[in-house]
C-alpha cells in the first residue's frame, strides 16, 4: 500500500513539471493534486468553475486533462460536450468514454483507460448548461428556461472566461467535439465562435473545426433513419413501422400528436427491453428495467445513457465528499444530489431547432474541418438518419464508401464529401468510444490530421 502512494505521488509531482507552460494564479489554484483512488499519471489536470453570468450567479464546471505527450504545448486543445440535453460531459465523456480514467465497478477508485484522448490533444470536459453536473445558477429560474441558444451563448463565454485563466492556449489549434444532442450543442457553438472570429487575422480561439458523433442534425431526417432502422434490424414489426409512417410528422419530433405517440408505445413494447443505445450488448441487471428516461422531444420512452450499471459507478463516486473537495466542486453547497442527466433541465428545455444542416452549409462554405461519426448498433441515432441528413447536404463526393481497417480488421467505413467525412464505427453503439475505444482513438487521429480513415494493408488485400 505505501508502494503504491509513493508511486502515485511520484507521478503527480512529474505531471507537475511537465505542465504546457507556467499557470497563472487562477489555473494554479484549479490544479488537480489528486483524485480519490485516481493511478498513478504523467499529466496534469484542472478543474473548477467559470462564471458565465456574475449577475444570475451563473457558473459552469470544467475538467481539463492535458495532453500525456512530451511537450503539452505542442497540442492542440478539444472541447467535448455530450448532450441529452441536460446530460453531464464529466459523468459520461470522461468517465466512460474517451477520458483518463474509468470508474471502477466499487464507485470509488479509478482505473487508466489506455485508449483515452488525452493520448493526442488536451482534453477539456464541459458542464453545459448551467444545472448540469456540478455547474449551477444562483438564480432558480434558469433551470426552467435552459435552450439551446442560451447554451451556446453561455458556453462561448465560458471559452472566453477560461482562456483568461489559462492564456496558454490562446491561439492554440481548437476543435469542438461531442455526441448525441451535442449535435446541437457542437455546430451552434461553433458557429458563434466562427462569426465571433469573423475579420480576426490572429484570433484567440483559434477555431478549426468540430466532430460529431451519433448526432441528431435534423428533425426529419432523423425519423425516417430512425424508423428505417428499427424496421431492418428486426425491433419491429411490418405493421408497426408502416403506422410510424402515418401516425408521426416528420418534421417535428419536439410536438407528437397523440396517435404517433400511441404507436411509439407499440414498437416500445415490440423492441422489448433491449438496450437501444447499444442493441447487440447486455443490459445492466443491477438497475431496474423499468426506469426509463426520455430524449427531449425524440424518440420517447427509450432509455437515456448507454450502461445504467456504469452511471451507478459514476452517481456514486462524484456524489462522494473527498471527490468534489478534489475537483473544488460544489462550492455553493448545491442543494441536489449529483446525477449524470438534469431531468429538470430536460422536462423544460426551451428551443431546439428543426435542423442542423443549415449551420453545417454556412460552416462548410467557410472551410471549416468537419467530421462525422456514427456507432452502427445504435438505435436511439441511428446511422440511417446521419446519412439521410448528409445526403440532405447534396455535396460532391471526393472519396466512395470505402471499408477503414484497425489491425487488419474492417474498423468500419468512410466516405469523403467536398467540406465534410462521414466515418462508420462497426460494432459501435451510441457511445462510440465506449464500445469501440481503440477504434474510436484511430478515428481522433486522423481527425486532428485531417487524414482519411485508413485503408486494408495489402496483406489484407490479397485475401
Given at each position: 500500500m505505501a508502494a503504491a502512494v509513493l508511486l502515485v505521488l511520484a507521478a503527480s509531482i512529474l505531471a507537475l513539471s511537465r505542465a504546457s507552460a507556467s499557470p497563472t494564479n487562477g489555473a494554479a489554484a484549479d490544479r488537480i493534486t489528486l483524485l480519490p483512488g485516481q493511478p498513478p499519471v504523467n499529466f496534469s489536470m484542472y478543474s473548477g468553475y467559470v462564471t458565465v453570468d456574475a449577475a444570475a450567479g451563473r457558473a459552469l464546471f470544467y475538467w481539463l486533462i492535458e495532453a500525456a505527450v512530451e511537450d503539452p504545448a505542442s497540442a492542440p486543445l478539444v472541447l467535448w460536450l455530450n448532450g441529452g440535453p441536460g446530460c453531464s460531459s464529466v459523468g459520461y465523456g470522461a468517465s466512460e468514454e474517451l477520458g483518463a480514467f474509468r470508474i471502477n465497478s466499487d464507485g470509488t477508485t479509478l482505473s487508466s483507460n489506455p485508449y483515452s484522448w488525452n493520448k493526442r490533444a488536451n482534453m477539456l470536459f464541459l458542464d453545459a448548461p448551467a444545472g448540469v453536473g456540478y455547474s449551477y445558477s444562483n438564480t432558480s429560474s434558469d433551470l426552467f428556461t435552459a435552450g439551446d441558444n442560451k447554451t451556446a451563448h453561455d458556453s462561448y463565454t465560458f471559452l472566453v472566461n477560461w482562456l483568461e485563466r489559462f492564456p496558454q492556449y490562446k491561439h492554440r489549434d481548437f476543435y469542438i467535439t461531442g455526441e448525441s444532442y451535442a449535435g446541437h450543442y457542437v455546430p451552434q457553438l461553433s458557429q458563434v465562435v466562427y462569426r465571433n472570429n469573423k475579420g480576426i487575422k490572429k484570433p484567440v480561439l483559434n477555431f478549426k473545426g468540430f466532430m460529431v458523433?451519433?448526432?441528431?442534425?435534423?428533425?426529419?431526417?432523423?425519423?425516417?433513419?430512425?424508423f428505417e432502422y428499427w424496421w431492418t434490424h428486426g425491433l419491429i414489426s411490418d405493421d408497426t413501422y408502416q403506422k410510424l409512417q402515418l401516425a408521426c410528422d416528420f418534421d417535428s419530433s419536439t410536438h407528437a400528436s397523440d396517435a404517433c405517440n400511441k404507436i411509439f408505445d407499440v414498437a416500445y413494447d415490440e423492441e422489448g427491453l433491449?438496450?437501444?443505445?447499444?442493441?447487440?450488448?447486455?443490459?445492466?441487471?443491477?438497475?431496474?428495467?423499468?426506469?426509463?428516461?426520455?430524449?427531449?422531444?425524440?424518440?420517447?420512452?427509450?432509455?437515456?445513457?448507454?450502461?445504467?450499471?456504469?452511471?451507478?459507478?459514476?452517481?456514486?463516486y462524484y456524489n462522494l465528499p473527498e471527490v468534489q473537495k478534489a475537483f473544488r466542486a460544489n462550492v455553493t453547497g448545491i442543494p441536489y444530489a449529483w446525477t449524470g442527466c438534469s431531468d429538470d433541465l430536460f422536462e423544460y428545455w426551451k428551443d431546439s431547432p428543426r435542423s442542423m444542416l443549415p449551420i453545417y452549409r454556412e460552416l462548410i462554405a467557410a472551410g471549416l474541418r468537419i467530421w462525422v461519426f456514427s456507432g452502427d448498433a445504435d438505435s436511439v441515432v441511428p446511422l440511417t438518419g446521419t446519412r439521410y441528413s448528409i445526403d440532405a447536404l447534396y455535396l460532391p463526393t471526393v472519396t466512395n464508401w470505402y471499408p477503414w481497417y484497425q489491425e487488419e480488421e474492417v474498423g468500419g467505413w468512410c466516405q469523403v464529401y467536398k467540406g465534410l467525412t462521414l466515418v462508420t464505427v462497426r460494432g459501435a453503439g451510441h457511445e462510440v468510444p465506449l464500445h469501440r475505444p481503440k477504434q474510436a482513438l484511430k478515428l481522433f487521429e486522423h481527425f486532428l490530421q485531417d487524414k482519411p480513415m485508413p485503408r486494408p494493408v495489402p496483406s489484407v488485400q490479397s485475401f
Open positions: 458523433g451519433n448526432a441528431v442534425i435534423d428533425d426529419y431526417n432523423d425519423f425516417v433513419g430512425t433491449i438496450d437501444a443505445y447499444s442493441i447487440y450488448t447486455p443490459t445492466c441487471k443491477k438497475s431496474s428495467l423499468d426506469k426509463r428516461r426520455l430524449i427531449k422531444g425524440r424518440r420517447p420512452w427509450l432509455p437515456r445513457g448507454y450502461d445504467p450499471c456504469t452511471e451507478v459507478y459514476s452517481t456514486k
